[in-house]
């Protein structure tokens, strides 16, 4: 009787093993992969293969993915449940995996700040700079129409300034004057505004980012007014000639409207027609184009690694 069970054990054994086989093979060619797709992902993934039968997930799908980058198959499996249940793209889909606090929650899950070497910096409610963070090309925006007599609040990242010049000049030609209010804000000037607001009974974030949270850190974020607003940095300013012509025309400089209108919910600002941010041209004018966010652009059209 033992010796029986011993035998049907392995002539079980052998049955399913040889079904299973057979069965991948078959799963694998039906989800549009060849001999060689197999080969080349057995050499990647070794035992986690058989993940992609039991995910059911696609040839053409995978092979998208790792175009992007050396992803786990783990990834792979969670941007396609990501993708499906939000209809997105790949792209999006990965990103949203890797950080998926990027437009929602704020100051839930605080992160360093993304693409910290470029002009796609992020910086919003999730992701800070902290306090040692100055950047290194800052220049005096000496050329800016200054609002009021303080110094420390026009200093501007070198390429911000020289666009923001061109965009002043070229609406001076048209008999606008734009008025630069606020450029770059030291973490420790934005704890004391912080602190102000705390200190007076006020809601503080309602009215002020966190210290380490504020774009204007970064150096490539302004705050624009003119004279028919009073030199107010309020929602009106998009009605007055100077914010729509720079509502139309930022992009051409590199810059966007950086909390637009009804976005609140994806920038964690409401609106502010006055508060510019220099992307680069390339980057602002699909921004503006498309009628996005920083956040929208970052997820839909660039790859954000993992940090
Ligand atoms: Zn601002």
């Known amino acids: 009787m033992a010796r029986f069970s011993k ?4 002539v079980m054994f052998s049955l399913s093993t ?11 060619t039906s989800l549009g992969y060849s001999d060689a797709d197999i080969a080349y992902l057995r050499s990647i993934y070794q035992n986690d293969l058989n993940l992609i039968i039991e995910h059911q997930i696609n040839r053409n799908d995978l092979f998208t993915y790792l175009k992007i980058d050396k992803l786990t198959i783990e990834e792979i499996i969670k941007s396609e449940e990501i993708r499906k249940k939000e209809n997105i793209s790949h792209l999006a889909a990965l990103n949203l995996l890797h950080h998926p606090y990027i437009m929602k929650e704020f100051y839930k899950y605080p992160q360093p700040a993304l693409n910290k070497d470029s002009y796609l910096i992020l910086v ?8 040692n963070y100055i950047p290194s090309d800052l220049v005096f925006a000496e050329g800016a129409y200054q609002l009021i007599d303080d110094e420390s609040r026009y200093y501007l990242r070198k390429a911000a300034y020289e666009a923001y010049l061109e965009l002043q000049q070229d609406a001076r ?5 734009l008025y630069l209010s606020n450029g770059y804000r030291s973490y420790q000037k934005q704890t004391k505004l912080y602190n102000d607001y705390l200190l007076n009974g006020n809601e503080p974030d309602h009215y002020s ?4 949270f504020s774009e204007h850190q970064t150096g490539l974020a302004l705050d624009i007014t003119c004279a028919a607003n009073n030199f107010l940095l309020t929602e009106d300013f998009a009605n007055t000639l100077e914010g729509k012509f720079v509502h139309e ?3 051409k400089y590199g810059f966007i409207i950086r909390y637009p209108k009804d976005k609140e919910h994806l920038t964690g600002y409401m609106y502010e027609p006055w508060h510019l941010r220099y992307v680069g041209i390339e980057h602002a004018k699909i921004i503006y184009e498309q009628n996005i966010t920083l956040e929208e652009y970052l997820i839909n059209y660039t790859y954000i690694k993992k940090q």
């Open 7 to 10: 035998l049907f054990l392995v």
């Open 18 to 28: 040889c079904s299973y086989y057979k069965s991948t093979n078959t799963t694998f």
């Open 124 to 131: 919003n409610k999730n992701y800070y700079l902290d306090e």
């Open 173 to 177: 030609k048209q008999g606008l004057y």
């Open 209 to 212: 980012a966190r210290p380490g």
């Open 249 to 251: 025309n930022a992009h």
